[in-house]
């Protein structure tokens, strides 16, 4: 899947594209500042922090409607989330009081951007791509008293949750995603408890008060290994011909899962049509 462990961390590919950007960012643009202006501090610093902002303030206000109901989830930043326009203009405004002040240091500071988006993009082009992964043949038991196999749900769009009771971000996860299987009918959800007996996830479940049609105890974690899943939780994404689209680690937020079931729901929209 499209996520990379560095010793006991794990991290989408997105996500570590983003950090080692802003490293490098942060990196050239304080070695100009004790090498060519010392004023090229505190805009790096008055960038990031603008940057940042303006990415979370994009995606909310793209998806307001969602985060009306639940404003909280604002500054619920480990979910992921942001807006590449929203970079742009916090950019924009933090370049507005540099220019005025200086304008020959606009190309360093341009230097110290173009630094970050070349690491980004470059992390991107060489770990970013799922890979036409296909579902697996094994048959899996459900906690229902059937067994089922991932590859034999063609025809449908298909979201798998790999999760497990003792997972923090799982527990939170999962009422929000078992809602929004629940309201999208025409999406299989399958829910794939990682490594614990079928005892305990069903314990957990009715604890929890959760109603789930489709759960998996997957006992030997097949399904991480074969779609190489480093950490828990893990959302996957699945054309209707049974290969991946897309993937998540980590906590999933309603409007990236949102748009992610969009994305494997247009082929059937496009068919329909």
């Given at each position: 899947?499209?996520?990379?462990?560095?010793?006991?961390?794990?991290?989408?590919?997105?996500?570590?594209?983003?950090?080692?950007?802003?490293?490098?960012f942060v990196a050239l643009a304080s070695l100009l500042s004790s090498r060519v202006d010392s004023r090229l501090g505190p805009w790096s610093t008055m960038t990031l922090v603008l940057g940042l902002i303006g990415a979370r303030a994009g995606h909310v206000l793209a998806h307001?409607?969602?985060?009306?109901?639940?404003?909280?989830?604002?500054?619920?930043?480990?979910?992921?989330?942001?807006?590449?326009?929203?970079?742009l203009v916090g950019i924009l405004i933090a370049a507005v009081?540099?220019?005025?002040?200086?304008?020959?240091?606009?190309?360093?500071?341009?230097?110290?951007?173009?630094?970050g988006a070349v690491a980004w993009f470059s992390i991107l082009a060489l770990l970013g791509s799922n890979g036409a992964i296909a579902a697996p043949d094994t048959r899996l038991?459900?906690?229902?008293?059937?067994?089922?196999?991932?590859?034999?749900?063609?025809?449908r769009p298909l979201v798998v949750n790999l999760w497990a009771s003792w997972c923090p971000p799982c527990r939170r996860e999962m009422p929000?995603?078992?809602?929004m299987a629940r309201r999208h009918p025409q999406i299989d959800f399958v829910f794939a408890n990682q490594g614990e007996a079928q005892e305990r996830v069903a314990d957990y479940l009715a604890d929890a008060g959760l109603a789930i049609d489709t759960v998996i105890a997957d006992r030997t974690s097949l399904l991480s290994r074969h779609y190489k899943a480093p950490g828990l939780p893990a959302t996957?994404?699945?054309h209707p011909d049974?290969?991946?689209?897309?993937?998540?680690?980590?906590?999933i937020s309603r409007e990236t899962l949102s748009e992610q079931i969009k994305r494997i729901s247009a082929p059937l929209a496009e068919k329909d049509i």
């Open positions: 899947m499209n996520a990379v462990s560095i010793g006991p961390l794990a991290f989408d590919v997105e996500r570590l594209a983003a950090i080692l950007g802003i490293g490098a307001w409607e969602s985060f009306l109901a639940e404003p909280w989830r604002i500054l619920a930043f480990w979910q992921g989330g942001f807006s590449a326009t929203g970079v009081p540099l220019l005025r002040r200086s304008s020959r240091l606009m190309p360093w500071a341009a230097g110290s951007l173009a630094a038991a459900t906690l229902d008293g059937r067994s089922i196999a991932l590859s034999e749900r063609v025809g929000m995603m078992a809602e996957l994404f699945i049974g290969t991946l689209a897309a993937s998540h680690l980590g906590e």
